[in-house]
Structures are given as structure tokens and as C-alpha cells.
């Protein structure tokens, strides 16, 4: 079956560590997407990428980084510069601007 | 900036009647809309969508409203049941014959159907 996968669901970070979660899809999409969700902020931008090699920064990137070395993984770091990474974090793809694919999304909190 | 706005952050319906969800949006440019239900702990799963070129999009209980206008949509869910409560998003995209494909979502609706 065809799908997007994220993991680790849960992720414990100690404050000035890099932590990296992972999405893979599997579905030959050509774009990838992560957003942050925050209550009461609903869904925000943090990075995209449209092809492999390229991305682009979204709404919210400081403090992030992304790869996209290959078409179905789109890793994302976030970097000890994220002032406040405790959030939901959800991975998309996109086969060109028909709605996205969502994958189960990483919980990542800072201890 | 907000560009696509829900303003009620939750609405509360009775099982079997009718929830209305409304979604506003401030950029001309758009011209597709998407409506995704979102359970806690989980990924938003697609629900229906509209091209602005409707008025409405029907899919057996769940219809979408368009009003370009006044830059307005809602979604319609007849009859209500209980496994519909969760958060659902509005989303709005430019251009979607792009390759873009950048959704802008709004804040969400927690709905509650109540038995």
C-alpha cells in the first residue's frame, strides 16, 4: 500500500540538541511539505520541496533544515536554534498541487 | 498574515443535525479549496474539496459551499454523528495547475457532536 511514513511518533529532546525526524512516501509524489502544529495556531509552513535537491523555506523556517536528496525521503532537522520546538510536527506530499497526503505526524517535546 | 481564517475555533452540534463550518480568505488568487478532518495524535485525512469554479461540491453527507465574493466558504455536515467530532482545517491554494501546490491552512474548527 501506498502511503507516508513519519517516525519516530514520539521524541524527546534535551534543550541544545539537533533532532532529526524522519518521511518517507512511497507514493512518487513529487512534493514534500512539513508543517508545525501548535494549539490554536493551526497548521504553519516550516519547509517544502518541490523536486529533488530543492526546497524552499516556508512561513516558519528558523531554526530548521531540510534535505531532499531523494524523491521519497524529506528529513527534517530541528536545530538547537529553534527557540521552541516542543509541537506536533506533520510531514505531506503532494502529487502537484492536488491536495495533500498526510503522513501520522511526530510529537516532539523538549525535556 | 492569516490568509485563510476559521473564526469559531469550536462549535458544539446535536447527533443528526446539521454542523456548519465556515472558512474566510483574503487572497483573490486562490482558486482551489480543500477541507481536512483531523483526529488528535494523527495526521489531517482529505475530506472534500471545490474549484473556483463551483458553487458547491457534494459528497454524501459532507457539502462544500463556495461564495467568491464575499470570499467565503462552508462546510455542511447532514446528519451529524458523533465520530465527526474532531478538528477541521480550511485550506486554500493558488494556482492549482502549478507545480507549486503550497496548501494555506487555517486555524481549525473543534467540532463536537454530542449524542
Known amino acids: 500500500d501506498g502511503g507516508i511514513t513519519q517516525s519516530p511518533k514520539y521524541l524527546f529532546r534535551k534543550e541544545g540538541q539537533n533532532v532529526t525526524l524522519s518521511c518517507e512516501q512511497n507514493l512518487n509524489h513529487d512534493a514534500m511539505y512539513w508543517y508545525r502544529q501548535d494549539p490554536g495556531q493551526g497548521l504553519r509552513l516550516i519547509y517544502y520541496s518541490q523536486i529533488v535537491n530543492d526546497f524552499q523555506k516556508g512561513d516558519i523556517a528558523e531554526g530548521y533544515s531540510v534535505s531532499r536528496e531523494k524523491k521519497e525521503s524529506f528529513p527534517l532537522t530541528v536545530t538547537s536554534a529553534q527557540k521552541n520546538p516542543t509541537a506536533f510536527y506533520l510531514c505531506?506530499?503532494?502529487?502537484?498541487?492536488?491536495?495533500?497526503?498526510f503522513g501520522s505526524g511526530t510529537r516532539l517535546t523538549v525535556v | 498574515d492569516q490568509q485563510v481564517k476559521q473564526n469559531s475555533p469550536s462549535l458544539s452540534v446535536q447527533e443528526g443535525r446539521i454542523s456548519i463550518l465556515n472558512c474566510d480568505y483574503t487572497n483573490s488568487m486562490f482558486d482551489y479549496f480543500l477541507w481536512y478532518k483531523k483526529y488528535p495524535a494523527e495526521g489531517p485525512t482529505f475530506l472534500i474539496s471545490i474549484s473556483s469554479i463551483k458553487d458547491k461540491n457534494e459528497d454524501g453527507r459532507f457539502t462544500v459551499f463556495l461564495n467568491k465574493s464575499a470570499k467565503h466558504l462552508s462546510l455542511h455536515i447532514v446528519p451529524s454523528q458523533p465520530g465527526d467530532s474532531a478538528v477541521y482545517f480550511c485550506?486554500?491554494?493558488?494556482?492549482?495547475?502549478?507545480?507549486?501546490?503550497?496548501?494555506?491552512f487555517g486555524r481549525g474548527t473543534q467540532l463536537t457532536v454530542w449524542p
Open positions: 485550506a486554500a491554494s493558488v494556482d492549482r495547475g502549478s507545480t507549486l501546490g503550497r496548501l494555506y
Open positions: 505531506a506530499s503532494s502529487p502537484r498541487a492536488y491536495g495533500y497526503t
